[in-house]
């Protein structure tokens, strides 16, 4: 069956620290997609990267960066320099093909501390 | 950008009443969700409509229906609300399957 694990329920760090979040994913498909998601205190999930199985290149996007290595099923999210704006519980989700749903993780609540 | 608008941001309901959440999006997206987020648990999906009139259970589908009789608008019933459904509640909308816009949510307190 498939599981997504974000182990780390919270993390506090200092402002421009570098953090990282952990996401270990389980599945049996060839084909699947990973996502994650901020959810800042408004409430609502805000998308912030997808990558399909096939796809193992890291991405960095300003101050996020992802690494994502099948060998040892993990997707594991960076952000560099920390801001008091990152503060939030960040998801990581896991989807495949041939369902409709994705499957998340329990989240990470990141404090950003200034 | 699409817009998912829930119509309760807090709510607080007695057990035993017949609770309605709302959820409309605006950009003609087909598929609708319903998901419950706790603490340590993540993000559980409801229920799923891909369809005017059409709906899936998802994984906790016990004790909630749902309503979807225009495309713009997807609710949530707990027919006679109980503590346990104290939570918060997202509603999400797409258009095609990976791309996901969600709500505000709306965090539901049963006394």
């Known amino acids: 069956a498939q599981k997504v694990t974000q182990a780390q329920t919270e993390i506090s760090v200092v402002e421009k620290e570098d953090v990282t979040l952990d996401c270990v994913y389980e599945?049996?498909?060839?084909?699947?997609?990973l996502f994650w998601y901020k959810q800042p205190p408004s409430g609502e999930l805000v998308f912030l990267i997808r990558?399909?199985?096939?796809?193992?290149q890291n991405e960095i996007s300003g101050r996020y960066s992802w690494n994502f290595q099948k060998s040892t099923s993990s997707f594991n999210f960076t952000i560099t320099a920390s801001q008091v704006v990152d503060s939030a519980v960040y998801f990581c989700?896991?989807?495949?093909?041939?369902?409709?749903?994705?499957?998340f993780g329990t989240g990470t609540r990141l404090k950003v501390l200034a | 950008d699409v817009k998912v608008t829930q119509s309760s941001r807090y709510l607080v309901k007695r057990t035993g009443e017949k609770v309605f959440l709302e959820c409309v999006q605006d950009?003609?997206?087909?598929?609708m969700f319903w998901y419950r987020q706790d603490p340590g648990l993540g993000l559980r999906l409801i229920y799923f409509s891909y369809d005017v009139k059409m709906k899936e259970k998802g994984d906790i589908p016990e004790g909630y229906s749902v309503s979807r009789e225009k495309k713009e608008r997807f609710s949530l019933i707990l027919e006679s609300a109980s503590t346990n459904q104290t939570s918060m509640y997202l509603c999400a909308s797409s258009l095609v399957l990976l791309s996901y816009t969600f709500g505000s949510g709306t965090r539901l307190t049963v006394v």
């Open positions: 989700a896991h989807w495949f093909s041939g369902t409709y749903k994705y499957i």
């Open positions: 599945t049996r498909d060839t084909t699947y997609y």
């Open positions: 990558r399909n199985s096939f796809d193992e």
């Open positions: 950009m003609d997206h087909e598929n």
